[in-house]
């Protein structure tokens, strides 16, 4: 049984940093694709780093401040976030893949329960 369990998030200062990860099990990271998105109220889920076979990518409105990377290690994945803005503000989510495009929810097959990130003006 795949499962998702992300963590890290909480209140956050604009202008602060936060890290997230998300801890992997029943699946072996090191050959799926692993992202992150992120849902705030009313919006639609949205695409914001993947880290893929052929490469890392981020959504347009965090690059240059967040980094995803992977954690070997501990089966987990990493997303650094920096000079965060109140736009930031929203769940959290990471997922794995098989196959397709990263920015795209419907290539992940499996999901965490969320991670609240909210950030204060």
């Known amino acids: 049984q795949v499962q998702l369990v992300e963590s890290g998030g909480g209140l956050v200062q604009a202008g602060g940093s936060l890290r997230l990860s998300c801890a992997v099990s029943?699946?072996?990271?090191?050959?799926?694709?692993m992202g992150w998105f992120r849902q705030a109220p009313g919006k639609e889920r949205e695409f914001v780093a993947a880290t893929w076979w052929s490469g890392t990518f981020y959504g347009t409105s965090v690059k240059a401040r967040f980094t995803a990377s992977r954690d070997m290690a501990k089966n987990a994945v990493i997303l650094q976030m920096n000079s965060l803005k109140p736009e930031d503000t929203a769940v959290y989510y990471c997922?794995?893949?098989?196959?397709?495009?990263?920015?795209?929810?419907?290539?992940?097959?499996?999901w965490g329960q969320g991670t609240q990130v909210t950030v204060s003006s």
């Open positions: 029943g699946r072996s990271i090191n050959t799926y694709g």
């Open positions: 997922g794995t893949s098989l196959r397709g495009s990263p920015s795209s929810a419907s290539s992940y097959d499996y």
